[in-house]
């Protein structure tokens, strides 16, 4: 019974995590969602299927931690607008699962949808997303981040927001 509890609780924590994750993408609150990454965080967003090898073939997004850091650094200078009005946003996330809860990290998949809305009109985007969480001082932090968009084989309008 304890060992329930303890899942339990870990997936109470995790399913906090991931929508907050989310609340922080959605209102464009990057520094805050810079927080959630781990010092040593890889952020890869596949092209063209999911099972590829990023080193080797092309991606939307293969950020190590200092990229992420330098993307949002580069969106607070003003200079580099991804665009004007941004976009209006809104995730719903489904389907959490806990893939692995190890001593010293924790495997999650989750699927999401993504409302956008700007200027030439609104999309949807499908993804299904794999998470290796770790404690660092006692909060939950993201070392990785996958993000198969479901058409990533097709052409895709440019995206102007950190998905």
Request: hydrophobic letters at 40%.
């Amino acid at each position: 019974m304890a060992a329930d509890a303890d899942k339990t609780e870990l997936m109470h924590e995790v399913t906090q995590f991931i929508h907050r994750e989310a609340r922080l993408q959605d209102a464009h609150e990057y520094d805050d969602w810079e927080a959630l990454w781990t010092d040593d965080a890889v952020y890869w967003v596949p092209a063209n299927g999911e099972d590829i090898d990023p080193e080797r073939e092309m991606s939307i997004i293969y950020d190590n931690r200092s990229r992420i850091a330098l993307r949002i650094k580069q969106l607070h200078t003003g200079k580099r607008h991804s665009q004007t009005p941004r976009s209006r946003l809104a995730r719903v996330v489904s389907n959490i699962e806990l893939l692995d809860s190890g001593a010293a990290e924790i495997r999650v998949a989750a699927n999401a949808m993504v409302f956008e809305s700007n200027m030439r009109g609104e999309t949807l985007w499908a993804t299904r997303n794999e998470y290796t969480l770790r404690r660092i001082d006692g909060a939950l932090r993201m070392a990785r981040k996958k993000v198969v968009l479901v058409n990533n084989d097709k052409a895709l309008f440019t995206l102007s927001f950190l998905i």
